[in-house]
């Protein structure tokens, strides 16, 4: 038997994202319920969508109909796409300024000619429920309180659900972005993994991932990561959404030949991407305590 193969009769644990990601939202659907009943309010997430890409659409949509099942108002704010930095910035300084306004989400990527990063900059931290912000990570880094990234805290969240192992073992991420690549190896470095980071310049990709415990794959390129990549008995957790040519979806791990040498392994679709959103439920309502207990002044 290879290093990178296993019997053919050996599959990989899946790892349920849908069934994880009901029993988050449930225990936000929960929460929520008892905060309207001690406060007599709601959260309110305000989703900005320029432009109409079709993806950026149907996830606002999702996201829409997560807010529904769970209890908190969702405020849908649509732009054009040839609208000015100027307009989109007013909006948020709007959003920020409504102190019935609890989380803010502006949906990417944004058409071009407008600035992510200014755009991201502008929404106060407290309202930050994507984690993007400078602050919010800064208080990731240092270990401090607030917003997490919903992606790398929904991977989390998976982990913690399916019992894996994170102390003391190799995780390795594919992938550096500050969405994604950056705040989960920070958050897998608290759990005590010992964590590296690849990218496109790392030397021999296949040999370092193998030495893998925990793969985390976020990376943007369907299907690259296969069996070859894989060490016996990890555990393989597939962040990447993308599309073939046919429109199927399809991850950054080729699914049939990883789930024959993985130990467990998420799906594409129903992994990463349903935990995204229940982590956005999640955020927006603990922003919505955080803001609750500063009007109160406590």
Known sequence: MSEATLSTDATARIIDGRETAALVKEEVRLRIAQLREETGASP????????EDPASQS???????????????????HLSADVSQEHLDALIDE??????VNGILVQMPLPVGLDE???VERIDPAKDVDGFHPVSLGRLLRGLP??????????????DQYGIELEGKHAVVVGRSNIVGKPQAILLLERNATVTICHSRTCDLPAVCRTAD???AAVGHAQMIDASYIKPGATVIDV??????????VGDVD????????????????GVGVMTRALLMRNTVEAFETQQSVGKGA
């Open 44 to 51: 309110c997430l305000a989703m900005v969508l320029v432009g």
């Open 59 to 77: 996830y606002v949509r999702m996201k829409a109909r997560d807010c529904e099942q769970v209890g908190i108002i969702a405020r849908d704010h």
């Open 95 to 100: 959003l920020n300024a409504d102190a019935q």
């Open 117 to 119: 990063e200014e755009v």
């Open 146 to 159: 607030g917003m997490r990234p919903c992606t790398p805290a929904g991977v989390m969240a998976l982990l």
């Open 214 to 216: 925990v793969l985390v």
């Open 240 to 249: 990447g959404i993308n599309r073939t040519e046919d429109g199927t979806m």
């Open 255 to 270: 699914f049939e030949s990883a789930r024959a040498v993985a130990g467990a392994i998420t799906p594409v679709p129903g």
